[in-house]
């Protein structure tokens, strides 16, 4: 149980244009979810919490304007990299939160050339 | 704030030798800790927890790891290493009433035959 996805798994876009990501929890209802960002070799730094219904929390130096979050459902969040930059290229992980665990999905590998 | 550190960037073993990952936290209340596996492109896979309780927790795959208030560690141990362990470990904290996860730079583990 406790099975998050993510799709795609990866996309190329070009510089300017937006990409969406969803994440979806298949097995459970999640109230949050949460985005992260994780370059080559490093650790996961956690961009931004949605709850169903209500808007995102970014953390501090996150662009909320360039990295829209909905979570308009309790198994759907999705990311929107708004007029993608070649810096924008990275991995998005989401996760979903139950009972004080998150539950992680597969990530998705952004390249913006 | 909370903080984790894994003080070892990378480590090599032996295939069937034993594993240690170190792993420090700081945090001001009682902490929820976790360990993460992440083979490469892929998302992040719960190993064990602990919440409260016994400080010896076993996990998937083999693990466990002892939770040490006095010296406010969580160290991930293996008796017996497998080719397929080979991945990043990211070791996390996160506290009840504090939804948010904060990860340790992770740890790279090679196996040698």
């Known amino acids: 149980g406790a099975v998050v996805s993510q799709h795609p798994s990866w996309v190329i876009c070009k510089s300017g244009t937006s990409v969406k990501i969803e994440c979806r929890s298949l097995?459970?209802?999640?109230?949050?979810m949460f985005w992260y960002r994780q370059f080559p070799k490093q650790s996961l730094m956690l961009m931004a919490t949605?709850?169903?219904?209500?808007?995102?929390?970014?953390e501090q130096g996150v662009e909320k304007d360039k990295f829209l979050i909905n979570h308009a459902s309790l198994t759907l969040s999705t990311l929107t990299v708004t007029s993608a930059h070649p810096e924008d290229s990275s991995f998005y992980i989401c996760?979903?939160?139950?009972?004080?665990?998150?539950?992680f999905g597969p990530g998705t590998r952004l390249t913006v050339t | 704030a909370q903080s984790v550190t894994q003080p070892d960037i990378h480590i090599t073993v032996s295939e069937g030798a034993s594993l240690e990952l170190r792993c420090n936290y700081s945090y001001g209340a009682t902490p929820y800790l976790f360990w993460y596996v992440q083979s490469p492109g892929q998302g992040l896979q719960l190993l064990l927890k602990y919440f409260s309780g016994d400080t010896l927790v076993q996990g998937i795959k083999g693990f466990e790891a002892e939770f040490k208030r006095s010296q406010s560690s969580f160290n991930l141990r293996k008796p017996s290493v497998h080719w397929s362990d080979a991945a990043e470990y990211f070791c996390a904290v996160g506290s009840f009433g504090n939804e948010k996860l904060t990860f340790g730079t992770g740890t790279r583990l090679t196996i040698i035959p």
């Open positions: 949605s709850n169903e219904g209500s808007k995102a929390t970014y």
């Open positions: 996760s979903g939160r139950s009972s004080y665990e998150q539950y």
């Open positions: 097995d459970f209802q999640a109230t949050t």
